[in-house]
């Protein structure tokens, strides 16, 4: 599995070459800002160093932007843990756990547990990725339009399910997300819904949406709030308690190496895997536990099993990036930017003629995460004072900072309106009690689904017995089946129960 | 209409919007073409979404006539500034885009938002206003290629 004399000479490679380790800690550093401020993403902090790689060595060049992948992996956490804010959808479910730990007081906690699991989930996805890169190739090839739809549909159908207080609201709000990325002009050529605007040709601007829909929703939200955290006595900021939440995370230790193992496999499906592995991750996570009704309530685990996976995810990309040269989304994409920059094409040509190179990439990412452990705590130490910060400053900062991070990536109108627009739209959804975070996520997936749908039909023939065709597929849509039938199968026990309680009850009267 | 139904008629009114909005774009869409690689999914997904809202709809008609009204959650009033803010915000995305002046506009937001939200010291709103400005737009113009148009900075 591992070519030991490539391993070596991939290992003389970096060790002849400190100036490629001094790129570690500036990386780590500016993927974890990038990733923590709502508005700047990984990709944007990636694209603005991009330029500066041409005048490096290949090497340092592909370990300084996968230290800020790294980085920003973890560092969308930090806004989703303080302030519901997540940095990326695909820290999106650790929402779910993490701020309301930040509520209780628990934030320095979270934060801990957020970082140790997302480095070590990324660290055991790249050491698996040393292992079975060629296998892990194999497997992302046998995936096609068909299985990409049905992931991308499974994943919208978890969101839903996650939020058991209504099925029916979570899927609605996934089906207008969904709906809303499919404006614009498709690859066939038709034009819908742009109402006349011909800045909507390009379809909805998917991020600035997103940062309406999650950061100035939210913020809308949180006006009546003088503090993050309502009692004072809370807005502690303990380097012991982040130690000992970093400490905690090591006694989940099958949860850690789960939540790597479906991040590395759903990471590798390009476009649809850092988004929806953080959710896999979580539903495995609270089905599993004995006590899954605290899940949503401030259970450590909820950020264990998020962060874990959505940081191997990374491993996953990665080796799509290189053993088939695509990219998974924006960061992979700068990082095949970077290839070519430097006359490298990632392909199985390069997996098998460079096979040290392969090696000496992943083991620096492994290097940037495992020392992401050390640099991230003064970070989240630092990052942590937000609580201590009234939300009357953070209100317009934050809210300034998304504005602009809209207008950076669009240019012009589009991005700034746009987030206004879903502001609006994401601040209703909430106060009638529909789950944002499903819009958010059928609004990634929308156009990428009906692509790949239009694909398998052309393929088909339009014959729909094609589906049986394709055996990966047909699992991952019995995934979805179970996803949406256990929790109403689980309802219905828990009725039948509550009456033969209550029968019993009556009976001993 | 009884009490009750009162109460859920905004949620009702927003999730027939819902329904009606994708009735509109579906009508949109087919106006252009019949063909399958426009309404492939587009059908499908509108009909589950209209039948969603239907569903959502009675759930929220069933629940409130089922809850007793002391019973009954009761939404806290709407802050006045959340609408407030609102207009801030398209304000603010309106003049950045049509008049320019990112710092201008920047610095009056801020300020004004920040008074808004129950800053009541001057010499706060003004330095921290000014201060924001200054490292946001000095780095956005920085970080940029393309133009950030600006009054003083």
Known sequence: MVDFPSLHSALSLLLSSPVSWWVVIPGLLLGLVGGAMPGVSGSMVMAVVLPMTLYMDFLPAVILLTSIFAGAGFGGAVPAILMKIPGTPSAVATTF???????????????????????????????????????LAWAVLRLGPAEYVVIAFWGLTLIAALREESISRGLLAGVIGVLVGTIGMTDTGFIRGTMGIDLLLDGVPPVPALLGLFVASQLFDAVGQDYIIREA??????????????????????????????GIFIGMVPGVGSSVSNLVSYADARRTDPNPETFGKGNPKGVVASEAANSSSEGGSLATLLALGIPGGGMTAIMLSAFAMHNIVGGPRFISDHRDMVYAVVIGALVGVLAMIVVGIPFIYAASRIVKVPMRFLIPSVMTLAIFGAYALTGNAAGPVTLFVFAIVGWFLQRFRFPVVATVVGLMLGQMVEVEMIRSYQISGGDPLYLFERPIALVFLALLIASLALPWWKERRRARARKAGLNAGTQAQ | MSERLKRVLPSLLFTAGLGVACLLYLWDAASLSLSPLNLLLLLPLTLLGVLLCALVIAQDVRAALRDGSARAKKKPPLDWRVPTLMVLVGLFVTATMTIGYFDLVTLCFVAVTLVLLGERRPWVVVIFSAVFTLVVVLGLKQALTFDVSTLLL
């Open chain 1, 233 to 262: 006595e809370k807005r502690t900021i303990s380097l012991s308690r982040i130690l000992a939440g970093m400490g905690r995370t090591l006694t989940y230790p099958s949860l850690l190496i789960r939540g790597s193992l479906i």
């Open chain 1, 97 to 135: 756990d993490g701020y309301p730990m930040t509520g209780q007081g628990r934030h320095n906690e979270a934060l801990g547990l957020g970082l140790m699991a997302s480095s070590l989930g990324a660290a055991v996805s790249l050491f698996l990725l040393l292992l079975l890169i060629a296998p």
